[in-house]
């Protein structure tokens, strides 16, 4: 589990506010995901990543911004905080061998006042 | 896109009884339905897996079935332990396409 980090693990922001998450893997998987955790609508995608400069939307990525420039980093950003983006970010891994289980990291939550 | 309803939200067993919960899916082309568990303050993990060209798995006291016809999959836990208390989450995807599409999870209480 430590192969897969967040930060902050929690974070209050105001309405209006940048925000950056961040999401650091050790283990150079080539898949890196975004999803929001929200009660009522289990884990939806945000953005996901097949590799280093190579992203695409989800579900929900409005008022999302992601880039990822090298193998190990994704991060998330939130370009003008909403308070209908409070919510529990996961950042997830997904290593191409055949098998395709997703590793998901400790959870960001974040609150927007 | 793909839509995955899982039913019920909750669920509270005797401990030792057996524990189902159903989901269903609405792309026929989807191939890959993983169960994720997620205990309280924790990660999502994933717990057993199913591939479309397989009607059953078997895990130890888990199992997962499969209804292609009728685009619909089960979690199975028997003998049910109070470490099984926690939120489970089915999803979907296309096998080489890498996105999940979860339920909205079911939160089970497993009662001493």
């Known amino acids: 589990d430590a192969g897969i980090t967040q930060s902050p693990r929690y974070k209050i922001t105001e309405t209006g506010r940048q925000v950056t998450l961040m999401c650091h893997q050790t283990w150079s998987h080539s898949y890196m995901f975004w999803y929001r955790q929200d009660l009522g609508h289990g884990l939806r995608l945000i953005y996901y990543s097949a590799a280093a400069d190579i992203t695409d939307k989800g579900e929900v990525p409005d008022g999302y911004v992601v880039s990822r420039s090298k193998t190990e980093n994704f991060p998330l950003t939130l370009e003008s905080a909403t308070r209908s983006q409070t919510s529990v970010y996961f950042c997830?891994?997904?290593?191409?061998?055949?098998?395709?289980?997703?590793?998901f990291g400790p959870g960001t939550r974040l609150t927007v006042t | 896109g793909e839509n995955v309803e899982q039913h019920p939200s909750t669920l509270s067993v005797q401990e030792g009884d057996s524990a189902v919960i159903k989901c269903t899916y609405s792309d026929s082309a989807s191939n890959y339905f993983p169960w994720y568990k997620q205990e309280l303050g924790k990660r999502p993990q994933l717990i057993i897996d199913?591939?479309?060209?397989?009607g059953e798995k078997k895990d130890q006291r888990i199992a997962v079935t499969l209804n292609k016809t009728a685009k619909h999959f089960s979690l199975h836990i028997t003998e049910t332990q109070p470490e099984d208390s926690a939120v489970y989450f089915c999803a979907a995807s296309l096998i080489n396409d890498y996105k999940l599409s979860f339920g909205a999870g079911t939160t089970v209480t497993v009662r001493a």
């Open positions: 997830a891994t997904l290593g191409i061998s055949g098998y395709y289980e997703q590793y």
């Open positions: 199913i591939r479309s060209n397989v």
